[in-house]
């Protein structure tokens, strides 16, 4: 292991430079409570030999002392930390260790399981880019486990490690695991994980952590240490259009004016032209001033200060920009929320918006649906309770900048803030409007129809993601055009899902209505800065208790 090598003795300065250059790895464990999270990572801490003296001596103390293991090394302890958390023997907060191998490096946040601290394991994921999903052998799939899954999907982890844990309790059936891979695949078909690798462990004995185990001859796949140290990540944050949040205004002196933060996305060099978001006004950079003197260039994840060749008025929570492409600058963004407190969210109360380096008053003006997390299907939602996921609109005091999730997570996020007690009551991952092509929204062109007067476009909508983008932009079609439903569709909608359409004014109402009335749906709309916005569902004749009408229309 890294810290082991003979270059500390030899070469500390060569040691040193080894280290800089590996490559950082961050990633969670996730999961159902007493799955063995806690256990697997003070596993991987002992075997790759991170466990100091004086730790190795507290930990068999405490084994002995409150351990789960009838005196033996209990893993868990070197992550719960808490009294609370060895009392009860669960997680309760996120615990980050560091830890490397001969080939990489790596933080890794172990995240509670209980329901109750949900908001706990979303801070955790936000920052990973690989999830360890753990399953007990035992029990298979629980909410939780689905629950999770579709949270680390929410804020874009794309790589998942089904360690499937305690097979030693299950005789290390072979059949078993199979079934709980096929089912765990089944579920998360939908949400676009680039990759799902299952593994058979014990967090316990060891095995199939850091060595292949002898007890899953069946097994030919990697070790979890072999494929965290192998998994290809992508950071494609320097390919992305450039975005620096300014969070600080350096006025030193008078012949001095810079703006600090860290670059979110992109590079920057001097010359290059910068737009400020708020403003939309375009200068040049003069200078990159770090406290190491001038750089000719700096990339997404350095701190830095620039220096423009114009005078404009910039402050915190302003954003400069590639004029190329500039971020989405509204009031009224459209994003899924995971709501974390115990009082329900109201719509129409005033939270506080904390974006990246901005705090804006606002409020959510209403909720599209909420998702039922062991089906993904969305469900009319009056409100969000605690640890429901939904797709809510928000209107904010002033516009403010903002990227979709999926391109930039530090542009794309921001949370809710309790005004009156500071509490932090849900994380927000924002939407930016949906394409018109079938990688999205599945919206293609059919035909055109025309005779001597009139010339209607046909548009047809195809299968609909059933995780988050089932919204039909159509404000930028300037003609008539009617809408064609495929059966896929209607029965999408028959389910209870429901489908956002995006219009311009309310000229381009009526083909939406006319969806509505021949598939016997019924629609809402609304008017936002933007235009109109309009929802199609299928109303039930049980409506949620104290939401909408009484079933039967409006």
């Known amino acids: 292991m890294a810290h082991q090598s003979e270059l500390i003795e030899k070469d500390i300065l060569a040691y040193l430079k080894s280290q800089e250059e590996k490559s950082l790895l961050r990633f969670i464990t996730c999961g159902s409570v007493d799955d063995g999270k806690s256990t697997l990572i003070g596993r991987l801490l002992w075997d790759s030999k991170m466990v100091f003296e004086d730790q190795l001596a507290a930990l068999e103390a405490d084994s002995k002392k409150v351990g789960t293991q009838g005196g033996a090394i209990d893993y868990a302890l070197l992550l719960d930390g808490l009294q609370a958390e060895r009392e009860q023997g669960i997680t309760i907060d996120v615990a980050y260790r560091f830890f490397s191998t001969d080939r990489r490096k790596f933080i890794v946040a172990d995240t509670p399981g209980h329901e109750q601290y949900t908001r706990n394991m979303v801070t955790g994921a936000s920052t990973a880019k690989v ?15 689905r629950r999770h899954s579709f949270l680390v999907s929410l804020v874009g982890i794309r790589h998942i490690v089904l360690a499937i844990n305690k097979m030693d309790l299950i005789g290390y059936d072979a059949d078993k695991f199979d079934q709980i891979v096929r089912d765990y695949r089944e579920f998360a078909a939908p949400l676009g994980f680039t990759s799902i690798t299952a593994l058979p462990i014990s967090a316990l004995n060891g095995d199939n952590i850091i060595e292949k185990s002898t007890n899953t001859p069946w097994y030919d796949g990697p070790t979890l240490m072999r494929f965290l140290e192998t998994v290809q990540v992508e950071d494609d944050r320097e390919e992305q259009p450039f975005r620096l949040p300014v969070q600080w205004v350096n006025r030193p002196n008078l012949d001095f004016r810079g703006f600090c933060g860290t670059i979110a996305a992109g590079t920057v060099k001097p010359g290059d032209a910068v737009r400020v978001a708020s403003s939309g006004k375009v200068s040049k950079v003069s200078r990159i001033v770090t406290m190491n003197g001038d750089l000719p260039e700096a990339v997404a994840g ?7 060749e114009d005078e404009i008025d910039i402050s915190r929570g302003d954003m400069l920009t590639a004029t190329a492409a500039p971020p989405l600058y509204t009031r009224h963004p459209e994003a899924n929320l995971v709501w974390l407190h115990d009082e329900p969210l109201q719509p129409g109360q005033v939270y506080l918006v904390k974006t990246a380096t ?5 409020r959510v003006t209403a909720v599209h649906y909420a998702v039922d997390v062991n089906t993904l299907e969305q469900h009319q939602a009056p409100t969000l309770k605690l640890n429901e996921i939904g797709l809510a609109r928000l209107e904010l005091d002033r516009p403010v900048p903002f ?19 500071n509490a932090t009551v849900a994380a927000g991952m924002v939407i930016e409007a949906v394409p018109l092509d ?7 062109e059919v035909a055109t129809s025309s005779d ?3 010339s209607v476009r046909r548009i047809s909508l195809g299968e609909i993601s059933a995780t988050n983008l089932n919204a039909v932009d159509l404000t930028s079609e300037w003609g008539a055009f009617a809408l064609d439903v495929s059966p896929r569709i209607v029965d999408y909608l028959e389910k209870g899902n429901r489908i956002l359409f995006r219009l311009r004014d309310l000229a381009q109402l009526n083909p939406v209505a006319q969806v509505a009335f021949d598939n016997t749906l019924a629609f809402e709309f609304d008017r936002t800065a933007e235009g109109i916005s309009v929802v199609v569902f299928k109303r039930g004749t049980e409506p949620p208790k104290g939401y909408g009408d009484d079933g039967t229309g409006i």
Not at 302 to 308: D, I, K, W
Not at 358 to 362: F, N, R
Not at 403 to 421: A, E, H, K, P, Q
Not at 438 to 444: I, P
Request: avoid cysteine.
């Open 131 to 145: 999830a360890v999903i753990l399953v007990d052998a035992r029990k298979g799939l629980l909410t939780q486990t």
């Open 302 to 308: 350095q701190a830095v200060t620039l220096t423009l």
């Open 358 to 362: 901005g705090i804006t008053p606002g």
């Open 403 to 421: 990227d979709s999730y999926r391109d930039n997570r530090d542009t794309g996020s921001f949370i809710l803030i309790d005004r009156f007690t």
């Open 438 to 444: 079938a990688a999205h929204a599945g919206v293609t």
């Open 452 to 454: 001597d007067t009139l």
